[in-house]
């Protein structure tokens, strides 16, 4: 029989997502949403909704009995769990196999055997998957230690069996490295835990992330649709997903895909998954890589799949849960072009990464052309939830190459408008404009290593800052030009100045615009666009490149923000500029001896009191915020000289806790 009415068990981004493809294929939907989701776009979007409690995941869309109940309620033949809540509860499959209601996804034993991590890995095994090689045992002395290494291979990571926090590890790279570690990783867990069982396991260099999708049907057959490369992570969150990967060549691809389909064929897998793996970036033979995970529904990143084969991964799910045969085989299954996604976060990534809530004052997306593709489950004036996930929008883009993909990203992330919540928009693209990220050396340690004082904004080429102060000084003459036209305010016959000085941080640039000829620093520009006060996004154009910049008045000048940074511009007409060194500078005000609270929360503990004695990087207070808890250290030694918030205060943002001397 055919689904012919789909309830969503999701909401955000992908239950818009799965609705577009039902309707598609003319099938009707059922929205489920919580308290919070009650105006949501997912709501609006379904031909039917049904209410399933309260704002709290744990009280609406984790609760099955809820989501059949509105199956029942709404005569839905079956359900697309999308990802995170229920999509891999066995528990859930088998509770709507026992109401002959549909799961568009795997068996109830797949995602069993497949979410038990040591049970999946002796599956894998079975099925001639690579896994980290390793001596789980025990073993006996040192000799043991030096035979086992040499047969897992160089190099080895020697661990305390009951080790934590980076205690009681040591790396061999040789022979003569295991000789002398062995028996002081043994010391070391008997100090320090108790225990000096010791096991050693492969250790793998330069670790890339990457991850086969396999599509399977009901009738045996199964493929693999190529791989993923989602190594930019941060803290083990993937940040930036592409297909293909720039490392994988055909023949690794091959060996990789060939042992996933063998995995998933001993699990009996049909619907769409994944199967992660680890792959040394320092192995070149095309055997370095080894299984991770494998995950029984649809990935965040399958659109980027999508895009290089032209496959519908959610089309391709209804019809497996359908019945139907795959219409495709593995030869059929081509690589064309690359596809690049980013996800856009509200986080702000300039108070490292804090998790950041609110209305979305303004919200637009940039057009949906040529190559360009954004999965987004927001509107402008929604709300971006303290409940759920902080995913605003997934932003995908697709080109003949990788730089060309990369390249249509920084364009289209300057496109994007977003106010109201932080977001991570120009971190993303400075990760796009970063050269080792489009040499495609890339590992899982890429933001740690590039980024170890967090972020501050994409640095600024010459070309660009000149390009921003030529946009600037029109802007400002277009201000003056109203300014003049309006009765009164600067007298009729005034024209607006066509000299203009631009100080961008602490470079002064000389701009003269007159008609279409504009020159900065003497040098002739060639530049198109259009802006009219309180416009807030300007689409300009030098030659060939065409750049948006986004705008904002400030005092005596603009914020322009483009290509991952913003830069606040000082512009006066030249004439005025001379007197410019007699305007005193406000120094802003040092607020390093204050503690100040990072964000909206809870004051659940103050370490300090007055007159104590404090070390840079001692932990000052506990601030809870979106169930989790943040502590606030010292920036500097000194001494408490007030404390100005209790425990158990609720805090706004920036309030001062405490002031040291």
């Known amino acids: 029989m055919a689904i012919t009415k789909i309830l969503i068990a999701n909401r955000g981004e992908i239950a818009c997502r799965v609705m577009r493809t039902a309707k598609k294929m003319g099938i009707k939907t059922v929205a489920v949403y919580s308290d919070a989701d009650s105006r949501a776009p997912h709501v609006l979007m379904a031909d039917e909704a049904v209410h399933i409690g309260p704002s709290p995941a744990a009280q609406s869309y984790l609760i099955a009995e809820k989501i ?228 029984t529904r649809l990935q965040v990143e399958h659109p980027v799949t999508e895009e290089i084969t032209g496959v519908d991964l959610v089309e391709q799910m209804i019809r497996v849960a359908n019945g139907e045969e795959l219409s495709f085989r593995q030869e059929d299954v081509k690589i064309n072009g690359w596809s690049i996604e980013n996800r856009v976060y509200a986080e702000d990534p300039y108070r490292g990464f804090l998790p950041s809530t609110g209305r979305l004052i303004r919200y637009n997306p940039p057009e949906a052309v040529d190559g360009v593709r954004v999965d987004d489950g927001v ?21 003949p190459t990788r730089l060309e993909a990369i390249d249509k990203q920084i364009t289209a992330l300057d496109q994007f408008e977003i106010e109201g919540p932080g977001h991570n928009i120009d971190f993303v693209s400075a990760l796009m404009q970063h050269e080792r990220f489009r040499s495609g050396n890339i590992t899982t340690g890429f933001i740690a290593e590039e980024y170890p004082e967090g972020f501050t904004g994409a640095p600024a080429s010459e070309t660009l800052l000149k390009r921003l102060s030529a946009i600037g000084a029109f802007a400002a003459m277009a201000q003056a030009d109203r300014a003049r036209r309006i009765d009164g305010q600067l007298g009729k016959k005034l024209r607006a100045p066509t000299g203009w000085q631009v100080k961008i941080g602490d470079v002064v640039h000389d701009v003269s615009i007159d008609g279409d000829d504009v020159t900065v620093d003497g040098e002739a520009i060639d530049m198109a666009l259009e802006y009219t006060p309180g416009d807030r996004l300007i689409e300009a154009e030098f030659g060939e490149d065409d750049l948006a910049v986004k705008i904002a008045p400030v005092r005596s000048g603009f914020v322009l923000t483009a290509h991952g940074a913003s830069h606040k511009l000082r512009i006066l007409p030249a004439h005025a500029a001379p007197h410019a060194k007699h305007m005193i500078e406000k120094i802003p005000p040092d607020l390093s001896r204050f503690l100040i609270c990072p964000m909206p929360g809870l004051l659940v503990a103050l370490n300090v009191n007055e007159g104590d004695k404090v070390e840079a990087g001692q932990p000052l207070a506990v601030i809870e915020a979106m169930k989790m808890e943040n502590i606030l250290r010292a920036q500097k030694s000194g001494v408490v000289k007030s404390v100005s918030a209790a425990q158990g205060e609720s805090l706004p943002v920036d309030a001062i806790i405490l002031e040291l001397e």
């Open 68 to 295: 059949i109940q509105a199956c029942k309620d709404t005569g839905a033949d079956a359900v697309h769990p999308g990802y995170g809540f229920l999509s891999e509860r066995e528990s859930f499959r088998k509770a709507l196999d026992a109401e002959g209601i549909i799961f568009v996804g795997p068996p109830a034993n797949a995602i069993a055997a497949m979410g038990d991590k040591i049970e999946s890995k002796k599956l894998a095994k079975a099925a001639g998957v690579n896994v980290v090689p390793g001596y789980v045992g025990v073993i006996e002395d040192t000799e043991h230690a030096v035979r086992i290494s040499n047969e897992i291979g160089y190099p080895v990571m020697m661990k305390a069996s009951a080790g934590g926090g980076g205690k009681g590890m040591r790396l061999a790279y040789s022979e003569q490295d295991v000789r002398e570690g062995f028996e002081a990783t043994k010391r070391e867990g008997l100090n320090s835990f108790g225990d000096d069982r010791v096991f050693i396991e492969k250790f793998i260099e330069s670790p890339r992330h990457i991850e086969i999708q396999v599509l399977g049907d009901q009738h045996g057959n199964i493929v693999y649709l190529n791989e993923r490369e989602c190594s930019i992570q941060r803290r083990h969150q993937k940040v930036v997903e592409e297909a293909p990967s720039p490392f994988v060549s055909p023949e690794m691809r091959k060996k990789m895909g060939e042992q996933c389909v063998a995995l998933a064929r001993a699990v009996g897998y049909f619907s769409a998954g994944t199967v992660e793996l680890i792959v040394s970036g320092a192995d070149k033979t095309g055997e370095g890589f080894y299984f991770l995970e494998m995950n």
């Open 379 to 399: 509107v402008e004036g929604g709300e971006v939830s303290m409940f759920y996930d902080p995913m605003i929008a997934k932003l995908i883009t697709w080109a």
